[in-house]
């Protein structure tokens, strides 16, 4: 197969979630998401600033089918779901387009944009294919190839998720990676001392991409990865479970984690739309967990539980 096909949707930034997830149900195994509020604020490595970008309310998202699909009645029926969207978003200067592009030039092209990037005090994240970027003092590296699975690790989601595992990781820990997709989390948990990870996605292609990036870096044995959907039929118990996925998925799993979570144990939840906190917050709670950390950037929520019988210094205790 030497093409793909594109479909890119123009809509505003609030449906960034809800868009993503409708194209990777149509079949593709990640989005490319454009969005001009990523260079607000925004310096390169080396302290300088990077060009101004107009800013804009809408967000450009794009997935990527093989050339086999027919393009024409797929931008149709999501187009079709789009419009049932009316009620919730705002289609204010929507637009769908598709396009044709070498599998060859696609697959290199997006390099140019990832770059090396610092994302917490000690976390930096190194494209695989950066050989001459050296740590400095605390810093560690985490090599990543993303490739068809999501997390580069410079989303609000993945950042955040980041910052909740420098908080509760202490070292020796047993960790749960739910939807671990480009197995970033899994890397990360290893350079901040847990002891024995165990990472699962429901989708095949992540499984692999995750493998492939886990080896490209130190301590890859403490990582294992499975396909799973959620934690179902899961009986590892562990200090830790972070999940990064969507805000309506993450409800399915919250009585799974209790049960899993040990005793003073954390639940990590990221990849939470502001509109839907409160959803996953009285699920967790249901379940039997107490919110203590609530992280906010943008309209993107993170959320830290603890399994605990000592309310002292949880939200609300």
């Known amino acids: ?39 607000l604020n925004h310096e390169d490595q080396f302290g300088e600033v990077l060009p101004e970008i107009e800013q804009s309310e809408l967000v450009e998202i794009t997935a990527y089918y093989p050339e086999n699909m027919p393009i024409v009645e797929l931008k149709a029926e999501i187009e079709h779901k789009i419009a049932n969207l009316a009620d919730y978003f ?23 944009y990832f770059e090396p990037a610092r994302i917490t005090h000690d976390l930096t994240i190194v494209p695989s294919w950066t050989k001459d970027y050296l ?17 580069t690790g410079t989303h609000p989601t993945t950042k955040m998720s980041l910052y909740a595992l420098e908080q509760v990781l202490r070292g020796g820990e047993t960790l749960l990676d739910v939807g671990t997709g480009s197995g970033v989390l899994s890397v990360a948990a ?10 699962y996605d429901i989708d095949e292609v ?15 044995e403490k990582i294992h990865v ?12 562990a200090d830790v479970i972070v999940a990064n996925i969507l805000a309506d998925i993450l409800v399915l799993m919250t009585d799974d984690a209790f049960r899993l ?31 203590e950390t609530r992280m906010i950037q943008g309209e993107w929520n993170c959320l830290i539980f603890k399994k605990t019988e000592n309310r ?6």
């Not at 093409?3 to 979630?17: C, G, L, M, V």
């Not at 992540?206 to 890859?220: C, D, F, Q, S, Y």
């Not at 002292?312 to 205790?317: F, N, P, S, Y």
């Open 1 to 39: 197969m030497n093409n793909w096909n594109s479909i890119t949707i123009k809509i505003s930034r609030e449906a960034e979630e809800t868009i993503s997830a409708l194209l990777i149900e149509a079949g593709s195994a990640g989005v490319e998401i454009n969005d001009s509020a990523d260079y």
């Open 90 to 112: 705002s289609l204010t200067g929507l637009s769908v387009t598709t396009n044709n592009l070498s599998e060859t030039n696609w697959a290199e092209a997006w390099k140019k």
């Open 135 to 151: 740590a400095t003092g605390s810093e560690k590296l985490i090599r990543l190839d993303p490739g068809m699975a999501f997390g």
């Open 190 to 199: 290893t350079d901040l001392g847990a002891a024995e990870i165990f990472a």
């Open 206 to 220: 992540a499984v692999r991409v995750a493998l492939e990036n886990i080896e490209l870096n130190p301590g890859h």
């Open 226 to 237: 499975s396909a799973n959907n959620l934690l179902e039929g899961i009986d590892k118990k």
């Open 261 to 291: 979570v040990k005793e003073e144990g954390y639940l990590i939840m990221s990849g939470i739309i502001a509109d839907k906190a409160d959803m996953v917050i009285a699920s967790a709670e249901n379940a039997g967990f107490f919110l």
């Open 312 to 317: 002292e210094g949880v939200i609300g205790g």
